[in-house]
């Protein structure tokens, strides 16, 4: 499906990189938008709220909801599943709204694939893999098994850099907060086939 006025922006990058708190920091200059909030069968961890950071289920109820075919798309990561559910996002595309993505790879694949025209793709990065573990052993969150995980992990996804419209390396954050909202006023700009072919056959017609 192809809405007519919605677009999708994607955000993806190491954990670590600093997407989720640019998100949280441009959330009040953005209007008429949806987040879109993940399915994961991980943990709920420190503060966060079931319905707000994630929707929270068991594997039998993700395994039972892909049979279903709920996703968007789905992976496991880090030994857990995460998945994206289509409904709200058909949703909200048809209410014209911009819909924001902070996903993995895998996931960019499939939205890339699923709504090529009306996606704008952002690869979040720190400056270096030493800024990476400096930052990932701030957290103090995580075992280190789990945090030479998340860079092994890092390093297959700084793979698929080139697959991204965007690359921005989130060394001083308020200059990345300034650049993403740039793009994402670009992105908001951007013309599905199907708004293109409507112009077209009415400029021909006037």
Known sequence: MQAKSGVIVVLSGPSGSGKSSLINKIEDKLDHYYISISTTTRPVRGQEVNGEDYFFVSKEEFLQDIKDNYFLEHAVVHGNYYGTSL???QTALKEGRLVLFDIDVQGHAAIRDKFPDIITS?????????ELKHRLSGR????????QERLSI?????????????????DDFEQTVNALLDIIQAAKLK???????????????N
């Open 87 to 89: 409904r709200p996002i």
């Open 191 to 205: 013309k599905s086939a199907v708004e293109i072919d409507d112009f077209v056959s009415k400029w021909l017609q």
């Open 140 to 147: 103090a969150t995580e075992t280190k098994d789990i945090m």
């Open 154 to 170: 890092a390093k297959k996804e700084l793979s698929h850099i080139k697959e991204y419209d965007y690359v921005l390396v989130n």
């Open 122 to 130: 952002i690869f979040i990065t720190t400056p270096s893999l030493a």
